[in-house]
């Protein structure tokens, strides 16, 4: 079935570090969203990719779409204790059926 | 805006018993998903809704869980009987078709 899997499960940084996610699919995705969840909240949405090597970028966020659409990272410069929570990636496979990945939980001690 | 209501929070059952929740989505979202999320690991989609109508529950365990999306608009997700694994929160998520999830709370059920 499709798998989204996400690289590393978790990530200890002290603040001011650099942080980066990988998330890989099994199948060519037709676009890729992530998500933000901070402990015991709900995911909250941080941006969609959709072309084949797509780089977005919001503030201290690094979002890339791979060439061959089947992976993606999530690039944070200088962390902040704000950073703290839980990142997935979430794929759809050419449909509107979204399937998160595994989910990557950063912590970032001051 | 309001954003999507869920309820209850919380729920405590015991194994065997039967337990609904409730969501209302974001007014004028058509795509309404219910996701599972078991501690520690991503959302699983359960039941996706265009309107009324089902479009994937293909990973919905038929045998206990039911969910329906009258009029388009509100939904609830019933599990009977529950066993020890269905504890979880259960996420409701609404969108316009194709977009951004947009989640609410949640309802966390724990089973004994």
């Known amino acids: 079935g499709q798998q989204v899997m996400q690289i590393p499960q978790y990530q200890h940084v002290q603040e001011g570090e650099d942080f980066t996610t990988y998330c890989n699919s099994s199948?060519?995705?037709?676009?890729i969203q992530w998500y933000k969840q901070r402990p015991g909240g709900h995911p909250v949405f941080l941006i969609q990719l959709v072309k084949s090597g797509e780089v977005k970028k919001q503030k201290r966020l690094t979002f890339q779409f791979g060439e061959a659409k089947k992976n993606s990272s999530l690039h944070i410069t200088a962390t902040q204790t704000t950073d703290v929570g839980t990142y997935f990636c979430?794929?759809?496979?050419?449909?509107?059926?979204?399937?998160f990945g595994t989910g990557t939980r950063l912590q970032v001690f001051p | 805006e309001a954003g999507v209501a869920q309820s209850p929070r919380y729920k405590i059952i015991e194994k065997r018993q039967s337990v609904a929740f409730w969501c209302n989505p974001i007014s004028g979202h058509a795509t309404l998903y219910w996701y599972q999320q078991i501690l520690g690991q991503g959302p699983k989609l359960l039941i996706q809704f265009q309107n009324n109508g089902v479009v994937d529950d293909s990973q919905l365990p038929k045998d206990r869980f039911s969910a329906e999306r009258l009029k388009g608009v509100d939904s609830t997700l019933k599990i009977q009987p529950a066993k020890l694994e269905d504890s979880a929160v259960y996420l409701c998520?609404?969108?316009?078709?194709?977009?951004?999830?947009?989640f609410g709370e949640g309802s966390r059920l724990t089973v004994l």
């Open positions: 998520a609404s969108s316009w078709f194709p977009g951004e999830l947009f």
């Open positions: 979430a794929g759809s496979h050419n449909t509107d059926k979204l399937i």
């Open positions: 199948t060519t995705l037709s676009n």
